[in-house]
């Protein structure tokens, strides 16, 4: 049996980095990782470039858990630190737009590099193809795994992930093990996921992408807007702007009817977008009004956008009322689609919920209930949005857990 100061389980991002925290404070430590491969998950980021964090993180950008909790782990290990630790490991970064940091290779597996070496310099045991079966604790934790090995372990740190992204290997199991310990969770939806509509139209411009901004009604809720691409599908809309609000959508669902808007010209008032409508008809008053808009939108999207203003298709210029006009130019600041369902948890890329906040200390992420068990990563009740956030927890959350357990 092999024995050791502190044991991780996943080695996503949350994992890599407890393991180096605790390994880098004199812990004897073991990363245990069902894949044949670490961090299968950083090289799924940023379209395979690695969104590493942002310049402007702060607890606003996450959802979950309280500000309190999340600004208290942010700020043992921030977006700052974040950069100094990757730049100390000779990864060059660079600065996109809204703050995005990416390493300037413009390769995730430049990321996956850098760490590997730095687990090997601080010598930790990196056991992959790895599959827990049963985690035991007759007097030390002794985690059992599949071949039949023995690892114990002083400290144990669950980094296993969420249930989304099926495929980069997450498959739940952490959160199994913590509930068969005392835990409970806060339900779970996916967060960062497409949207499936009632109407079917989305299906008749599918591949269709546009920038739009987003937001969502449900009875007295508004969310705030999202802007970006906007992708319409064959079961209804995705792309960042729309999958961004997922987070807020999912516990929606459950109460009252769900409406998502989508505005085709957030950078024009809805008189201004009217003033540029009347020049383009003026200027082609002898057509119709599908070809009056050929350099308005998108081919594909105008005779959906007329029908949905309720615009004969063969309407020329001339015979347009003023109020079918005005019609049209809300239907384009004000697309408005009916959610039926977030799509599965296995297509999502973040988890929103997870393991209650109330019973893990804050200052050290370890369990309240449970002395010498810790989380990181994407267990705990915390989703943050698009943009290098998600990854930024983990980073924050693991250095915290794995530095925490090796004291």
Same mark, same amino acid.
């Given at each position: 049996?092999?024995?050791?100061?502190?044991?991780?389980?996943? /080695?996503?991002?949350?994992?890599?980095?407890? /393991?180096?925290?605790?390994?880098?404070?004199?812990?004897?430590?073991?990363?245990?990782?069902?894949?044949?491969?670490?961090?299968?998950?950083?090289?799924?980021?940023?379209?395979?470039?690695?969104?590493?964090?942002?310049?402007?993180?702060?607890?606003?950008?996450?959802?979950?858990?309280?500000?309190?909790?999340?600004?208290?782990?942010?700020?043992?290990?921030?977006?700052?630190?974040?950069?100094?630790?990757?730049?100390?490991?000779?990864?060059?970064?660079?600065?996109?737009?809204?703050?995005?940091?990416?390493?300037?290779?413009?390769?995730?597996?430049?990321?996956?590099?850098?760490?590997?070496?730095?687990?090997?310099?601080?010598?930790?045991?990196?056991?992959?193809?790895?599959?827990?079966?049963?985690?035991?604790?007759?007097? /030390? $934790?002794?985690?059992?795994? *599949?071949?039949?090995? *023995?690892?114990?372990?002083?400290?144990?740190?669950?980094?296993?992930?969420?249930?989304?992204?099926?495929?980069?290997?997450?498959?739940?199991?952490?959160?199994?093990?913590?509930?068969?310990?005392?835990?409970?969770?806060?339900?779970?939806?996916?967060?960062?996921?497409?949207?499936?509509?009632?109407?079917?139209?989305?299906?008749?411009?599918?591949?269709?992408?546009?920038?739009?901004?987003? $937001?969502?009604?449900?009875?007295?809720?508004?969310?705030?807007?999202?802007?970006?691409?906007?992708?319409?599908?064959?079961?209804?809309?995705?792309?960042?702007?729309?999958?961004?609000?997922?987070?807020?959508?999912?516990?929606?669902?459950?109460?009252?009817?769900?409406?998502?808007?989508?505005?085709?010209?957030?950078?024009?008032?809805?008189?201004?977008?009217?003033?540029?409508?009347?020049?383009?008809?003026?200027?082609?008053?002898?057509?119709?009004?599908?070809?009056?808009?050929?350099?308005?939108?998108?081919?594909?999207?105008?005779?959906?956008?007329?029908?949905?203003?309720?615009?004969?298709?063969?309407?020329?210029?001339?015979?347009?009322?003023?109020?079918?006009?005005?019609?049209?130019?809300?239907?384009?600041?004000?697309?408005?689609?009916?959610?039926?369902?977030?799509?599965?948890?296995?297509?999502?890329?973040?988890?929103?919920?997870?393991?209650?906040?109330?019973?893990?200390?804050?200052?050290?992420?370890?369990?309240?209930?449970?002395?010498?068990?810790?989380?990181?990563?994407?267990?705990?009740?915390?989703?943050?949005?698009?943009?290098?956030?998600?990854?930024? $927890?983990?980073?924050?959350?693991?250095?915290?857990?794995?530095?925490? /357990?090796?004291?």
């Amino acid at each position: 049996m092999a024995k050791y100061d502190t044991a991780i389980i996943g /080695a996503g991002p949350a994992g890599i980095m407890a /393991a180096i925290a605790a390994s880098g404070n004199g812990s004897r430590t073991v990363l245990i990782e069902r894949n044949p491969q670490i961090g299968r998950k950083i090289l799924a980021t940023g379209n395979g470039r690695c969104n590493l964090t942002n310049r402007f993180v702060s607890a606003a950008r996450y959802h979950g858990a309280t500000p309190e909790f999340i600004k208290g782990v942010l700020s043992r290990f921030d977006q700052n630190a974040t950069m100094k630790f990757f730049e100390d490991l000779g990864l060059v970064l660079k600065e996109e737009d809204n703050g995005r940091i990416f390493p300037r290779t413009n390769q995730a597996s430049s990321v996956v590099e850098v760490l590997k070496r730095k687990l090997m310099e601080n010598r930790v045991t990196v056991m992959l193809d790895s599959q827990v079966k049963a985690i035991e604790r007759p007097s /030390a $934790w002794r985690v059992v795994l *599949l071949s039949g090995k *023995l690892v114990e372990t002083d400290k144990l740190i669950l980094a296993t992930g969420g249930r989304a992204a099926h495929h980069l290997g997450s498959t739940g199991d952490g959160l199994y093990w913590a509930q068969k310990m005392g835990h409970s969770l806060t339900p779970i939806y996916p967060a960062l996921v497409p949207v499936e509509t009632v109407e079917l139209w989305p299906k008749e411009i599918q591949g269709l992408k546009v920038e739009a901004s987003v $937001w969502v009604t449900s009875g007295d809720v508004t969310t705030d807007r999202t802007t970006g691409d906007v992708l319409f599908t064959a079961y209804g809309v995705s792309g960042p702007a729309v999958m961004a609000q997922a987070a807020h959508i999912g516990p929606l669902l459950s109460k009252c009817e769900v409406m998502l808007h989508i505005d085709m010209f957030p950078d024009l008032t809805e008189e201004e977008l009217d003033a540029l409508v009347v020049r383009l008809l003026q200027d082609n008053e002898k057509r119709m009004v599908a070809d009056a808009l050929i350099g308005l939108l998108p081919d594909s999207l105008i005779p959906t956008l007329i029908g949905l203003a309720s615009i004969d298709e063969g309407r020329k210029v001339g015979q347009l009322a003023r109020n079918k006009r005005l019609d049209l130019v809300k239907t384009m600041k004000n697309l408005t689609l009916t959610v039926s369902k977030l799509r599965p948890l296995k297509e999502a890329q973040v988890m929103a919920g997870g393991l209650h906040i109330d019973q893990i200390d804050a200052h050290t992420l370890e369990s309240r209930l449970v002395k010498g068990l810790y989380f990181a990563g994407e267990m705990i009740d915390v989703d943050g949005d698009s943009g290098g956030f998600n990854l930024q $927890w983990a980073w924050s959350s693991g250095y915290v857990a794995g530095a925490s /357990a090796c004291r």
